[in-house]
């Protein structure tokens, strides 16, 4: 016997389509249904839109705490800014840079960090290796399963410490994951960052040594684009709406909230796989399915913004990028606002890093910062008037950064997409190409919601539309 309750004589629906998770993927697979004519619902469990595009507020002015930089490659994302009429900022870089491996920090200018040469070529002879094995699975027919299961039985790190000829490639490398899959590489399936050169367009693209370069930013944060695309579509939005139980039968799927239930022909849920584990399914999901959903890990991430009164590095010759081995922050970068006066550094706490000091008091973590960070600042960097800060982790409906596949279970990563009956999957995680970007998660909105559209009009529910509607 069901142990979900709902009116059995309700006849009727809410709606076609409840789409489940207002972040981007979401609400472009809302807006896209509500294009072809379909009735749709959108409920988030939060009070706001957007998911990881966070923004918060210091002093009036807007700063990033989740995603925050749009690449050149971001071409669905580019023409929805431009649709959306978002502006666009260039990243600061200009100036000195830092590097920190081991005790010595190198400074740099130029547009790669100054290390030995030969370090650079062993980090180029990994991206090549990289490359050379997405073609090696891409060309292979009869070996291709057993080539899976030997790159998807090595953590990447294993992988790393065979290939590297020089201790501090692997530091790099270190480095360049926590960036990236806010993780260690032994933490990640060989298989799975493989899939992700793929999916990025090869190794330089998606472990850049120069994570900030080529990259913008967008005036009045990230979480503006959701709210821009909300607003489009804002009768077909129900916030602070958990969805916590989904059933789903023959006819239809009632999504569960708290004291109410949505009846709909479908469902996309565009929403982490760690966060679907969070939702109670009748009947369940295929034991398989579940398992791997289990498996996508969420990365770490602890986005801590010091603001100052003005961006005095800069009057220092300096760019206000710091990239660190040593911790706790590994990435540092200027986010001062593009108009005003106001000065302020973002630090991205990552992978074992974030795990560590995610668990001590806000007080140590920002002393272990400030410590950190005055070697290459000088004394001013003590002078902040204000720090902004969001553990990814420690977020309900997010519980972490963004997914990735440890070893043992990454080949079974295209399934992520699949439909369970009348359920449809999106979210960035889900997305084949520019996986757990911004730009993915459009992608993967644009897929599912086409796949709900195909349902929908082979069952006669929704006609094509004429030139004339
Ligand atoms: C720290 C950080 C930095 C990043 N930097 C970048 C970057 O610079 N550039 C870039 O392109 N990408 C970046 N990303 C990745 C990018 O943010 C994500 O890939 C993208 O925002 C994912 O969107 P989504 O809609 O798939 O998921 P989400 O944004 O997570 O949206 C899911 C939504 O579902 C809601 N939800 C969850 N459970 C339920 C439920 N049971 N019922 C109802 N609603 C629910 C959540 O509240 C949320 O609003 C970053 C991510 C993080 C965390």
């Known amino acids: 016997m069901s142990n979900l309750q709902y009116d059995a004589n309700q006849l009727g629906y809410n709606a076609d389509v409840i789409v489940i998770g207002a ?13 072809e004519g379909a009735n749709v619902l959108l409920l988030e ?189 804002k009768q077909h939005v129900i916030t602070d709406t958990p969805v916590l139980a989904i059933r789903q039968d023959q006819e239809s799927v009632i999504a569960y909230s708290r004291g109410s239930s949505y009846r709909a022909r479908y469902a996309i849920l565009a929403i982490p796989p760690a966060v679907t584990e969070q939702i109670y399914f009748e009947p369940t999901l295929p034991a398989q399915r579940d398992a791997l959903h289990q498996r996508v890990v969420m990365g770490r991430a602890i986005c801590a913004t010091l603001c ?51 668990a001590q008091p806000k007080s140590e973590r920002l002393r272990a910062l400030v410590n950190q960070l005055q070697p290459w600042f000088g004394d001013e960097i003590t002078a902040y008037r204000g720090l902004i800060e969001r553990d990814w982790s420690t977020e309900r409906w997010t519980r972490g950064a963004t997914g990735f596949m440890p070893n043992g279970s990454a080949s079974y990563i295209q399934s992520l997409a699949l439909p369970i009956g009348r359920l449809h999957f999106a979210g960035g995680e889900t997305a084949t190409k520019w996986t757990n970007t911004m730009e993915g998660a459009l992608t993967a909105g644009e897929r599912a919601a086409a796949e709900v559209i195909s349902e929908l009009m082979s069952g006669g529910y929704l006609r094509k539309m004429m030139a004339s509607d």
């Not at 972040?23 to 294009?35: F, P």
């Open 23 to 35: 972040g981007l993927s979401g609400l472009y697979a809302t807006r896209r249904l509500i294009q």
């Open 45 to 233: 469990a939060r009070e706001r839109v957007g998911g990881r595009l966070a923004t918060s507020t210091f002093n009036g002015e807007i700063y990033d705490i989740g995603a925050h930089w749009i690449s050149t490659e971001a071409q669905l994302l580019r023409s929805l800014l431009t649709e959306l009429s978002v502006p666009l900022y260039q990243q600061y870089h200009a100036g000195t840079s830092a590097l920190t491996i081991g005790k010595r920090t190198r400074q740099f200018k130029q547009r790669l960090p100054r290390i030995s040469p030969f370090i650079l070529l062993d980090v180029h002879r990994i991206h090549r290796k990289l490359n050379a094995l997405v073609h090696k699975l891409q060309a292979t027919n009869h070996n291709f399963t057993k080539i899976l299961e030997q790159t998807d039985r090595l953590s990447f790190g294993a992988w790393l410490h065979q290939e590297c000829r020089h201790a501090t490639t692997i530091h790099v490398f270190e480095i360049l994951c926590k960036i990236t899959f806010f993780a260690q590489p032994d933490e990640l399936s060989l298989f799975y960052v493989v899939d992700q050169v793929n999916s990025h367009n090869g190794a330089a693209n998606l472990f850049s040594m120069r994570p900030t370069m080529n990259k913008e930013r967008v005036a009045g944060g990230t979480q503006r684009i959701a709210e821009l695309l909300a607003r489009q579509i």
């Open 308 to 358: 100052f009164d003005y961006p005095f590095w800069r009057e220092n010759g300096k760019s206000g990028i710091i990239i660190s081995h040593q911790g706790p922050a590994t990435l540092v970068h200027d986010v001062s606002p593009a108009h005003s006066t106001e000065g302020a550094l973002a630090c991205l706490i990552s992978g074992s890093d974030a795990a560590h000091w995610g």
